[in-house]
């Protein structure tokens, strides 16, 4: 990669051990780990596979539309 990006991710506990992990910046790059390190390690490699790929195949980068707010509740 030429420059580096960040991204944030999104660690998910799951019931029977281990982490899922999405990136909403990325909806097309879900991983997995065992623990949290390998599932943060797991993430990255995803992360670089995915841009990598799309870039070679010459296709655009689907990005997630996001937008954060904040809700207030008692």
């Keep these: ?3 580096l990006e960040e991204f944030e991710i999104i660690l ?3 019931p029977e051990g ?3 992990v999405t990136v909403p ?3 097309d790059v879900v991983t997995e780990g065992d623990t949290r ?3 943060i ?3 990255r490699e995803a992360i670089e596979g995915y841009l990598e790929t799309v870039a070679n ?3 655009p980068i689907r990005r997630g539309i996001r937008e954060h707010i904040i ?3 008692s």
Excluded: C, I
């Design 57 to 59: 195949l010459g296709y």
């Design 18 to 20: 281990g982490f899922t």
């Design 37 to 39: 390190e390998e599932a």
């Design 1 to 3: 990669m030429d420059k």
């Design 41 to 43: 390690d797991m993430a």
């Design 25 to 27: 910046e990325l909806p």
């Design 71 to 73: 809700v207030h509740a």
């Design 12 to 14: 998910t506990p799951q």
